[in-house]
Antibody
Framework: QVTLRESGPALVKPTQTLTLTCTFS??????????VSWIRQPPGKALEWLAR???????YYSTSLKTRLTISKDTSKNQVVLTMTNMDPVDTATYYC???????????????WGQGTLVTVSS | EIVMTQSPATLSVSPGERATLSCRAS??????LAWYQQKPGQAPRLLIY???TRATGIPARFSGSGSGTEFTLTISSLQSEDFAVYYC?????????FGQGTKLEIK
């Protein structure tokens, strides 16, 4: 079955760089149509999409966070990594990774999610 | 960036009744819209994609409709486990965007 799990530090200091890893199983990111996204949710607030990486290594980013984000994949390890630079307390949130499968041009939506990891930005 | 606006912010409905949640896009997203359910302390769960296609394992009481800029999620007969926050999300244009959510609470 498909599973995703986020890992990374629970606490980072302002101005530091955050590195999060999404480790998944049950699918391969080398399969045509497979994509993984990162989404975050500040406490008590709505979801915010951050980035997506595709099976063919195409990458897409949030317009407002584009200069701070980098997404990459290691297909052999079944991992997707997100880095976010210059962290600020407003970046405190639960960070999720989620899968998308695009088949015959139909986007499945985020059909599988990790359980999320809470990242707090504080000095 | 496409702005997704959900209404109402909070909806109070009795178990067994019908709930209708709305989502409006600031410009057309065709049928590239999904709905998610989120319960406290849990990750969101995909309910509907392509505006009207139920995801795997989603009960038939959940239905989605609409295209372009106006969308609706209908829950035909509310069960106790349906009380949660619901989000719509467009994937027609970059960046992907979510609505601010509708909290469905027990009346």
């Amino acid at each position: 079955q498909v599973t995703l799990r986020e890992s990374g530090p629970a606490l980072v200091k302002p101005t530091q760089t955050l590195t999060l890893t999404c480790t998944f199983s049950g699918f391969s990111l080398s399969t045509s149509g497979m994509c993984v996204s990162w989404i975050r949710q500040p406490p008590g607030k709505a979801l915010e999409w951050l980035a997506r990486i595709d099976w063919d290594d195409d990458k897409y980013y949030s317009t407002s966070l584009k200069t701070r984000l980098t997404i990459s994949k290691d297909t052999s390890k079944n991992q997707v990594v997100l880095t976010m630079t210059n962290m600020d307390p407003v970046d405190t949130a639960t960070y999720y990774c989620a899968r998308i499968f695009i088949s015959y041009g139909v986007n499945s939506g985020f059909d599988y999610w990790g359980q999320g990891t809470l990242v707090t930005v504080s000095s | 960036e496409i702005v997704m606006t959900q209404s109402p912010a909070t909806l109070s409905v009795s178990p067994g009744e019908r709930a209708t949640l709305s989502c409006r896009a600031s410009q057309s997203v065709s049928s590239n819209l999904a709905w998610y359910q989120q319960k406290p302390g849990q990750a969101p769960r995909l309910l509907i994609y392509g505006a009207s296609t139920r995801a795997t394992g989603i009960p038939a009481r959940f239905s989605g409709s609409g295209s372009g800029t106006e969308f609706t999620l209908t829950i035909s007969s509310l069960q106790s486990e349906d009380f949660a926050v619901y989000y719509c999300q467009q994937f027609n244009n970059w960046p992907y965007t979510f609505g601010q959510g509708t909290k469905l609470e027990i009346k």
